[in-house]
């Protein structure tokens, strides 16, 4: 008997899946501001009410959040009058591009068991600010991999944000982050 791990697509998520065009999109034609972005299920429970603080205090910022769920409608009308895109549900090559386009993934629920799409970010590339709760704090490595940051900590998601809006920093923890999630790819659960 052996614990056979969890893993990840690392070739369907991956740096390669960035694309302008959805780019674009997913920043309601501002491509150059930075981009923050979200995919999972919309609830309650994934705290997603605390990033509005945090980009309403970054100027020239964007959010793009990719799912669905119960709270939809109530986090359309939320985040009505912010720098805000929801894509709804989506899938495939768009889903990799989603990943791979954003600037930084926040996750600031502090209820996930393991967090799939934070290894998906990683392996997109894309740094993950998440909650230092739950089963993130296996996956990440505070200020190598991504940053951790205690449940609610408004301040704490801004001063990390703000830290990935320089591009140079942001590209050597998205490879950072990249080399951890081929550590959680199919081909190394499966060893």
């Not at 972005?37 to 945090?54: N, Q, T």
């Not at 998906?120 to 704090?137: D, L, R, Y």
């Not at 205690?150 to 990249?178: F, H, N």
Request: hydrophobic residues 35%.
């Amino acid at each position: 008997v052996d614990v056979w791990r969890k893993g990840i697509d690392t070739v369907r998520f991956h740096p390669k899946f960035y694309s302008d065009e959805i780019r674009v999109k997913m920043t309601d034609g501002n491509p150059d501001e930075f981009l923050m972005v979200y995919v999972g299920r919309l609830g309650g429970e994934k705290r997603l009410k605390d990033i509005r603080p945090v980009l309403e205090r970054l100027p020239d910022a964007r959010l793009c959040i990719v799912g669905t769920g119960p709270q939809e409608d109530e986090l359309r009308k939320y985040f009505k009058g912010t720098n805000t895109v929801f894509t709804g549900q989506l899938s495939g090559d768009e889903l990799s591009s989603a990943f791979a386009s954003a600037d930084a993934f926040m996750m600031p629920s502090d209820s996930e068991t393991l967090g799939f799409v934070v290894l998906e970010s990683m392996a997109s590339g894309v740094p993950v600010v998440g909650c230092a709760a739950g089963g993130i704090p296996d996956l990440i490595r505070d200020e190598d991999t991504g940053f951790l940051v205690q449940p609610g900590d408004i301040e704490g998601y801004l001063s990390c944000a703000k830290k990935l809006m320089d591009k140079k920093y942001r590209m050597e923890m998205g490879k950072c982050a990249r080399t951890e999630a081929e550590k959680w790819g199919w081909e190394a659960a499966t060893w």
